[in-house]
């Protein structure tokens, strides 16, 4: 399919004169628009466009008065800013880009505005709907992002994270899984895997998946961050991953086929989902922020997504400045309602048959995290749904139960009742945990902290040259604590300088921003030595933040979390010139904490 080209905005030679130099923010009916008219250079090629969409999550562009350029823009929902000059973001900095609109200047004068817009690839051999019979399309729960898709003969499962914890020790089920959906899993026929979060992405299931059925074919999109980028390390073995390019048909059999298309915001790592089965489409959109830029399938009879919010440590791990506990609350209900409101257009713009909100069912549950748990409120399904039938009352929605099971062509029949359509499980079944074994995750976890290669400071210049990440004025100070964020016998406390990626003692006397983190100790030390992306430290609330000044440094953030190497650092090479250059002995006299106490002890800069 070829890309098209659509006009969507036409001014007349007069509007067109009547434009002023810099941002000019156009309507028309339900669009609008946004027109920088370039005062330097008003003959030549003067005109820049864009829809008036922030990227983020769809807010509207209103003019920033902080700006004395007449450039900026700035998004109503979160503060996001875009320089119309360039049409590139300036908070967060050195971002995103932002889509824009082609200007054509006619010889009347007139301007038009045209969208390009690119192929969608559904429609490439779309086929006609086919009658399905009950029983034929069924969708089951088993837990936060996890549905079992039975089509015809075949099964499969997306995002199975169905026993353990995610980012490191921060995320728990708040669903206890059906009994036996280690057997289920097992004898699935496919198995798609939306991303490397580990809230879909679950080494604790996939290793005792592979005990079972190491050979179960798992399909990924073909991302910058493989998705499987950390499974030689995690010693899992799995014999059969596909690894798929976007929006291109994945053929199972004459009846069932799927796609696997990216998110617009974060393409690098993130992906949804289309299934067909005799012309009957299931979209699965799962965490995407944008999924496929927003150019989606309208009148789909099953769609999924998240709702929940609360996937981020911001602000709940922030202190100082405006983050109080009251600040906070108030932040964290308008961010809530905005996501209800932005998940809710998505779902009326699908138009789909059935909505069932899912892959936000997780609890912060460990007694270490209450104030988290506490602080950290989030949507419920049912306030979703209901949104979402006070302005589309013929969609169905589903806030699902684990086991619960949805039977399409009950759905799609009008002659019987759709409560029939929906089956919960039996009654006495355990719908929600009440234990997580969060000894024997965390202990394994916490075997990091007696590494060796911590007895030698030298390992802080080690990992952050091997991290890549420099020739930014950003000074990082780095704090072992306890699970309370208490220093800790033992715990290191350094500063890094990624202007020239030096370490110095103290901070310098130029003027830079600075960022100070506490960290757990064994999920930072857990992260360094398997070389681990920082979500496990920032997504999973294992660290406290403060920063001055007060500004979200993506260039930083996006290093740490997507683009460190695949590789771990060469700790046995580290460890053998160590050891020989101490002869043998521990270059710090106290390197980790004690086994007799909790170890609440002063830090000294290494």
């Known amino acids: 399919m070829e890309q098209k080209s659509v006009e969507v905005l036409r001014l007349t030679p007069r509007e067109t004169d009547g434009l002023r130099p810099g941002i000019n923010l156009v309507c028309r009916e339900a669009d609008s628009f946004v027109i920088y008219k370039d005062p330097k250079n008003p003959d030549d090629d003067p005109y820049k466009a864009c829809r008036n969409i922030c990227k983020h999550q769809g807010g509207k562009f209103v003019q920033d008065v902080e700006d004395p350029g007449c450039s900026v823009l700035r998004c109503t929902k979160h503060g996001w800013k875009l320089d119309c000059s360039t049409m590139k973001y300036v908070n967060p900095p050195d971002s995103f880009s932002q889509e824009r609109l082609v200007p054509e200047l006619d010889e009347d004068g007139s301007l038009a505005l045209v969208e390009l817009i690119p192929p969608e690839p559904w429609k490439v051999d779309a086929r006609a709907q086919q009658e399905i019979q009950p029983g034929e399309v069924q969708l089951t729960f088993f837990a936060h992002a996890c549905m079992e898709l039975k089509v015809g003969d075949k099964t499969m499962f997306f995002d199975p994270w169905l026993t353990g914890p995610a980012f490191a020790r921060g995320w728990w089920l708040i669903h206890e899984p059906p009994a036996d959906w280690l057997d289920k899993l097992s004898r699935a026929d496919l198995i798609y895997i939306s991303h490397v979060h580990s809230d879909h992405l679950s080494y604790p299931t996939l290793t005792l ?24 390390q995690s010693g899992v073995r799995l014999n059969h991953i596909n690894v798929c390019n976007f929006g291109v048909w994945q053929e199972i059999n004459e009846d069932l086929r799927f796609m696997i298309l990216m998110d617009g915001v974060h393409p690098d790592m993130d992906t949804c989902i289309l299934v067909d089965y005799k012309g009957h489409l299931i979209l699965n959109t799962v965490d995407c922020t944008q999924p496929n830029g927003m150019r989606l399938p309208k009148n789909v009879d099953i769609m999924m997504s998240d709702f929940a919010g609360g996937a981020s440590g911001f602000p709940m791990a922030f202190s100082g400045g405006r983050y109080t ?8 209900a308008t961010e809530r309602k905005k996501l209800l409101y932005y998940k809710t257009q998505v779902v009326r713009d699908v138009n789909p048959k059935v909505y069932c909100p899912f892959a936000g069912y997780f609890v912060e549950a460990h007694p270490a995290d209450k104030y988290i748990r506490d602080t950290n409120t989030k949507n419920s399904a049912e306030q979703l749904n209901a949104l979402i039938n006070r302005y589309s009352d013929h969609i169905v929605p589903w806030s699902p139960k684990p086991g ?8 799609l029949d009008d002659t019987v009742d759709r409560s029939l359509a929906i089956v919960d499980p039996p009654p006495g079944t355990k719908i929600y945990k009440d234990s997580w074994d969060f000894d024997s995750y965390i202990d394994k976890i916490n075997e990091s902290i007696e590494s060796e290669v911590f007895a030698y400071p030298d390992w802080i210049p080690v990992y952050y040259r091997w991290a890549g990440f420099r020739d930014y004025n950003l000074v990082l100070r780095m704090i072992e604590t306890d699970d309370d964020f208490q220093p800790i016998e033992g715990g290191y406390d350094f500063l ?13 006397s130029r003027e830079h921003a600075y960022l100070e983190i506490k960290n757990r100790i064994g999920v930072h030390r857990q992260t360094v030595l398997k070389g681990l992306f920082w979500d496990d430290l920032y997504i999973g609330f294992n660290n406290r933040i403060s920063r001055n000044p007060d500004t979200f440094h993506f260039r930083f953030w996006n290093h740490m979390q997507i683009l460190l190497p695949e590789q771990p650092p060469d700790w046995e090479s580290f460890l053998h010139e160590q050891r020989m250059m101490h002869d043998g002995k521990p270059a710090r006299a106290v390197w980790k904490p004690s086994k ?11």
């Open 325 to 332: 506990d009251e600040w906070k609350a108030k932040f964290i």
């Open 209 to 232: 998946l592979a005990e079972k059925n190491p050979d179960i074919p798992i399909y990924v999109g073909d991302t910058a961050m493989p998705v499987f980028c950390k499974l030689e």
């Open 596 to 606: 007799k106490s909790d170890s609440i002890a002063g830090c000294s800069v290494c």
């Open 496 to 508: 890094v300088d990624f202007s020239d990626l030096s370490f110095p003692q103290q901070r310098p």
């Open 404 to 411: 619960s099971t949805l039977d399409l062509a009950l759905v």
